[in-house]
């Protein structure tokens, strides 16, 4: 949970308001409801993005959101108000390293992904995140077992003319 958290989580603090919030297409969500409901009480909501012309966009999401104040603010204290730039050595410090596997678990289920090559006989494994995030934590626990990962930043112009700046490190 706490990987895929600092993968596609939200904290919100803002005066009274503290929450926990995180969401996944529909499929995926419906597997981890045990999950959701053994750690928190977490409400939940579904949602289907709408194109501007009022077609649907995407795949049927869901939220789920956790109103605790004492969750926030230990969340904030882990770092993950910050997690897109920072790498995860404060929450890791809060796992034993025993359990460090489901973290990064988590993290690969969120903000990774594996490509089988089928032509080369060959797979690939990448974590994504923002151009300027810290992989110092991921790149030590790869190098625990002798694996030496790559690293490379991305920029590219979408059809509306933003540039999204990303970056992977990948084996």
């Known amino acids: 949970?706490?990987?895929?958290?600092?993968?596609?989580?939200?904290?919100?603090?803002?005066?009274?308001?503290?929450?926990?919030?995180?969401?996944?297409?529909?499929?995926?969500?419906?597997?981890?409801e045990k999950l959701f409901n053994k750690i928190g009480k977490f409400g939940k909501y579904e949602r289907q993005r709408l194109n501007k012309d009022g077609t649907k966009f995407g795949r049927k999401s869901i939220t789920y959101v956790c109103s605790s104040?004492?969750?926030?603010?230990?969340?904030?204290?882990?770092?993950?108000?910050n997690k897109s730039t920072l790498s995860p050595t404060k929450i890791l410090q809060h796992i034993p390293a025993h359990l460090h596997n489901y973290f990064w678990h988590g993290l690969l289920d969120g903000d990774g992904c594996i490509y089988v090559?089928?032509?080369?006989?060959?797979?690939?494994?990448?974590?994504?995140g923002?151009?300027?995030?810290?992989w110092s934590s991921l790149i030590k626990c790869f190098s625990d077992f002798d694996i030496i990962p790559?690293?490379?930043?991305?920029?590219?112009?979408?059809k509306?003319?933003?540039?999204?700046?990303?970056?992977?490190?990948?084996l």
């Open 150 to 158: 790559k690293h490379t930043t991305y920029s590219r112009k979408a």
């Open 160 to 170: 509306n003319g933003k540039i999204h700046n990303s970056s992977t490190l990948y």
């Open 117 to 128: 090559l089928k032509r080369r006989y060959c797979a690939k494994l990448n974590f994504w």
């Open 1 to 32: 949970f706490l990987g895929l958290l600092w993968a596609d989580g939200h904290v919100h603090q803002k005066g009274y308001q503290n929450s926990v919030s995180l969401s996944m297409v529909k499929t995926d969500a419906l597997d981890l």
């Open 69 to 81: 104040k004492p969750l926030v603010n230990f969340l904030i204290r882990m770092d993950y108000k």
């Open 130 to 134: 923002s151009i300027s995030q810290d």
